[in-house]
T-cell receptor
Framework: DTGVSQNPRHKITKRGQNVTFRCDPI?????LYWYRQTLGQGPEFLTY????????KSRLLSDRFSAERPKGSFSTLEIQRTEQGDSAMYLC??????????????FGEGSWLTVV | SQQGEEDPQALSIQEGENATMNCSYK?????LQWYRQNSGRGLVHLIL?????REKHSGRLRVTLDTSKKSSSLLITASRAADTASYFC???????????FGKGTRLSVIA
């Protein structure tokens, strides 16, 4: 499979616990994005990386959220001290930024988080 | 914050009919992309249209872009039950910025 891969696909956790999601982008894609989506809403941007550099973080990304892309390949998104409001689908996406006007962004299947 | 607004929020049609979804946005853009999402799944990229383009086709899909009106439309011709999904428009302020999504149109195609 050469698409964007996300793990785990589903996670149920108790409030206050930490969770970590992993994303493997399409090989050779230098851009990696994290979005969050709740029921009935469109995806909301969280953060993105160009290679290993985190270039932008949304105000939605509170101090409890941290994302890394240590070697410019896979990425992890960690949520500390989870709250019920964190329940959502976390989507990872990747693209090849060639500096042109508009790059197709490819999404993974998402990781569902339920905080109980 | 979400820039795009899709209209209608929900659309129900018979198989074989055409489906038209509209997207309006607020700020200037570099490109606009349409995605499809089946319930509980990830987003599938449908088509990208750049700000200097007015119309693009891909199979049964036709996308138009009117930058003067800050709007785009997605037309699905000869719809099929398998087209049932949510459709989102997403805008990019430049070639290098993340996409901003609207809330989507839920399309139901009845066989």
């Amino acid at each position: 499979d050469t698409g964007v891969s996300q793990n785990p696909r589903h996670k149920i956790t108790k409030r206050g616990q930490n969770v970590t999601f992993r994303c493997d982008p399409i090989s050779e894609h230098n851009r990696l994005y994290w979005y969050r989506q709740t029921l009935g809403q469109g995806p909301e941007f969280l953060t993105y990386f160009q290679n290993e550099a985190q270039l932008e973080k949304s105000r939605l990304l509170s101090d409890r959220f941290s994302a890394e892309r240590p070697k410019g390949s896979f990425s992890t998104l960690e949520i500390q001290r989870t709250e019920q409001g964190d329940s959502a689908m976390y989507l990872c996406a990747s693209s090849l930024n060639t500096g042109g006007s508009g790059n197709t962004i490819y999404f993974g299947e998402g990781s569902w988080l339920t905080v109980v | 914050s979400q820039q795009g607004e899709e209209d209608p929020q929900a659309l129900s049609i018979q198989e074989g009919e055409n489906a038209t979804m509209n997207c309006s946005y607020k700020t200037s853009i570099n490109n606009l992309q349409w995605y499809r999402q089946n319930s509980g799944r990830g987003l599938v990229h449908l088509i990208l249209i750049r700000s200097n383009e007015r119309e693009k086709h891909s199979g049964r899909l036709r996308v138009t872009l009117d930058t003067s009106k800050k709007s785009s439309s997605l037309l699905i011709t000869a719809s099929r039950a398998a087209d049932t999904a949510s459709y989102f428009c997403a805008t990019g302020r430049s070639g290098n910025t993340p996409l901003v999504f609207g809330k989507g149109t839920r399309l139901s195609v009845i066989a």
